[in-house]
């Protein structure tokens, strides 16, 4: 028990006793129980600590509390082994003190927990349990293909027309239904699908005799099929209608057109120049002069770049795809020249063996999914089949030539013949 020193009361100058000795005597000796000198506490191997506090028996104990827990921070950390935990343990560094690069190269003792914010860290079985679930509900984590802006190395090629090739398309894709045709040979008595295959094969001939461009072609059996649903044609006028509307399209499409006696002669003088300027004229009338159609090769042109470098086998297996689609009545009035252009493509990719037979950027661009295509490129697919063996060889020699690659030759699409 402390003894403190007692001293007499002393009277004040007003005769009354007053205690202020005894109290300064109680913070002497206070200090000196605690070694408090000016206003410091004096620990045992550390400097002063300056304190802003009246000194308290239990301000001091808090103080030396908090000095032994200081000194044992290593151990919770367990950054000092066993044998530094026998010696005594070293004054640890100030918190705001640098860390050297030997002290972060220290291995950590990871077997308690540290305290701070963590990533919440899934459980094995719980992620394999949403791993399953995604599998079973048809979910993958598979990222969506990119559309691919192929018309950005044509930006300062002024026949491309970039900024507007979007718009333009989406007028051809609306337009196009106003220049197709329904089933006109009902009302055509003297006429039948395969005279009118027969004819369109026949001008494949002509075309390539006097190399003519795609468009001029398509443009040609677009100009037949339309002229031969507003007008009943004779057997016998039925090749005439192909020449005329052959001249109006070499015309319109053509840098150097054929003359008309060059169409007399290869007609092997069946009509006369005459004969044909009259036909000619008699078709504008009856088309309003109205030429300008989203015919398939207006399509086809804009399909095969979507593909994205695309090569020279892949151009001509799908314009000979399109052509043997051209040469069938039923093709051509049940399909509109996007579907069958779009078909063209999607069933080369599939007998060429591309990577992927249909793409994001072709269903962006044409507007077709590879569902919605599957039934026309079947069909085109099945021409191919029957072309070495059909009446009507005029596609067939044409591609099977090597300036065309001999595409006619290949192998048609596997994947429809298994579904056929």
Request: some cysteine.
């Amino acid at each position: 028990m402390d003894t403190r020193a007692v001293l007499p009361l002393q009277p004040r100058g007003d005769g009354k006793v007053h205690g202020e000795a005894p109290r300064r005597n109680q913070r002497v000796a206070l200090r000196d129980r605690t070694n408090v000198e000016a206003g410091q506490v004096e620990i045992k191997g550390k400097p002063p600590v300056q304190i802003s506090r009246p000194m308290t028996r239990r301000f001091h104990a808090e103080l030396l509390a908090n000095n032994a827990q200081k000194n044992n921070v290593n151990q919770v950390l367990g950054v000092v082994d066993k044998a530094a935990q026998n010696r005594k343990c070293a004054p640890t560094k100030n918190v705001t003190e640098k860390v050297t690069d030997e002290e972060k190269e220290k291995p950590v003792n990871r077997s308690k927990p540290v305290q701070g914010p963590r990533k919440e860290v899934k459980a094995f079985t719980s992620t394999l349990t949403a791993r399953s679930k995604a599998m079973a509900c048809g979910v993958t984590n598979k990222p969506k293909e990119q559309i691919v802006d192929f018309d950005a190395a044509d930006v300062n090629d002024e026949l491309a027309v970039v900024e507007y090739v979007d718009e333009l398309y989406k007028f051809y894709k609306l337009d196009e239904d106003g220049s197709r045709v329904g089933d006109y040979l009902d009302k055509q008595p003297d006429l039948n699908s395969k005279m009118r295959s027969i004819l369109v094969d026949w001008l494949i001939d002509v075309h390539r005799k006097f190399e003519l461009t795609p468009e001029t072609f398509y443009l040609t059996v677009n100009i037949i099929d339309r002229f031969l649903s507003r007008r009943m044609v004779t057997r016998r006028e039925l090749q005439l209608v192909g020449i005329s509307s052959m001249v109006i399209a070499s015309k319109y499409e053509e840098v150097w057109a054929p003359q008309v006696e060059d169409f007399v002669c290869l007609s092997d003088y069946t009509y006369t120049g005459s004969q044909i300027r009259a036909m000619e004229k008699a078709i504008l009338e009856k088309l309003g002069w109205y030429l300008t159609v989203p015919t398939p090769y207006v399509f086809l042109a804009r399909y095969i770049k979507a593909s994205i470098s695309p090569d020279d086998e892949m151009r001509h297996m799908v314009f000979f795809l399109a052509e043997l689609g051209a040469l069938d009545y039923r093709t051509t009035i049940r399909y509109s020249p996007s579907m069958i252009a779009a078909a063209a493509v999607y069933a080369a990719r599939c007998t060429l063996n591309k990577k992927s037979f249909w793409t994001e950027t072709l269903k962006h661009h044409t507007g077709y999914s590879e569902e919605q295509l599957r039934e026309c490129a079947k069909v085109l697919v099945g021409f191919h089949l029957k072309a070495a063996e059909s009446d009507l060889k005029a596609v067939y020699r044409k591609y099977s030539k090597p300036e065309y690659g001999a595409v006619a030759g290949l192998t048609p699409a596997r994947s429809f013949q298994s579904s056929s």
